[in-house]
């Protein structure tokens, strides 16, 4: 059984940072290129960027280039969402998931992923 399980979230004030975590069981970890998706109340969900098998390459949404980053770390199952000088509208869950099918390209829509984890609540104060 597939578990993505997302740790990290909470709340903070607006220009603070956090990381995010997300685990993954159940699956060669080295063979998934991760997502990271957010959905803020009343909107749908959007992708906040996505990390291939290897780390080596990465895509952001445009509107968050630059404060957000993502990196994994394979030796422990494990991708990661950094989140820098965060903005009241950048409060959502956040949800990491996972891609098993070989893509040439990096996959960014939400259709694209297999697995998903639970999400977790970030929430920006002003």
């Known amino acids: 059984q597939v578990q993505l399980v997302e740790s990290g979230g909470g709340l903070v004030q607006a220009g603070g940072s956090l990381r995010l975590s997300c685990v993954v069981f159940?699956?060669?970890?080295?063979?998934?290129?991760m997502g990271w998706f957010r959905q803020a109340p009343g909107k749908n969900r959007e992708l906040v960027g996505v990390?291939?098998?290897?780390?080596?390459?990465?895509y952001y949404s445009d509107s968050l280039k630059g404060r957000f980053a993502i990196s994994r770390d394979n030796a422990k199952n494990t991708v990661y969402l950094h989140m820098n000088s965060l903005k009241p509208e950048d409060t959502a869950v956040y949800y990491c998931?996972?891609?098993?099918?070989?893509?040439?390209?990096?996959?960014?829509?939400?259709?694209?992923?297999?697995?998903w984890g639970q999400g977790t609540q970030v929430t920006v104060s002003s």
């Open positions: 990390i291939d098998r290897t780390g080596s390459r990465l």
């Open positions: 159940g699956r060669t970890f080295s063979n998934l290129a």
């Open positions: 998931a996972a891609r098993q099918r070989p893509s040439s390209s990096l996959p960014t829509g939400n259709y694209e992923y297999d697995y």
